[in-house]
């Protein structure tokens, strides 16, 4: 009877290390952000074109707002506050040497309201858009707001693989 506890306690202290071996060898820990509007449309203000999933942003505005074509783009709608533009700076900080690229479209831009709401589909309080070079849009942030700022941080370090 001795004999089988020792054999039982071995094999209960064998398998988390068997499952352990298997999963260090054989797993992958991935991460993904999933683009938005890539399965269910946005909703669509009225007075602006109809949109068809998966989204991207139309080729006219990315040369208008000047993505680039090997990196990231935050896209900060208004002018930012003295907290946004702390909070601006750790992103940058945090990425230096990455391909991220920032854009403000302040008010006065002619087309500040329609880009918004038709092309980046922002509804308040939001008001900084993160796009990706293939002009899909990955997340929605508040500027100014620390908690959204550290999601956004960690977003983006998760579509850089850098975790």
């Keep these: 009877m001795k004999d089988n506890k020792v054999i039982f306690l071995f094999l209960a202290f064998l398998l988390p290390v068997l499952i352990f071996l298997f999963l260090k060898f054989f797993g992958k820990n991935e991460f993904a952000v999933e683009p938005l509007y890539s399965t269910i449309p946005p909703e669509v203000p009225a007075g602006c074109a109809p949109v068809s999933i998966p989204y991207h942003i139309p080729d006219s505005i990315a040369k208008s707002v000047a993505l680039e074509q090997d990196s990231l783009t935050l896209i900060v709608f208004g002018k930012p506050d003295k907290e946004a533009l702390t909070q601006l700076a750790r992103i940058d900080e945090e990425f230096a040497g990455e391909a991220i690229h920032q854009r403000i479209i302040e008010q ?56």
């Design 108 to 163: 006065t831009h002619p087309e500040y309201t329609s880009l918004k709401q038709c092309i980046f589909f922002l509804k308040e309080p939001f008001n900084l858009v993160l796009v990706d070079r293939r002009g899909t849009i990955r997340g929605e942030y508040v500027m100014n707001d620390r908690e959204e700022v550290d999601r956004l941080l960690t977003e983006i370090a998760i579509i850089l693989k850098k975790y």
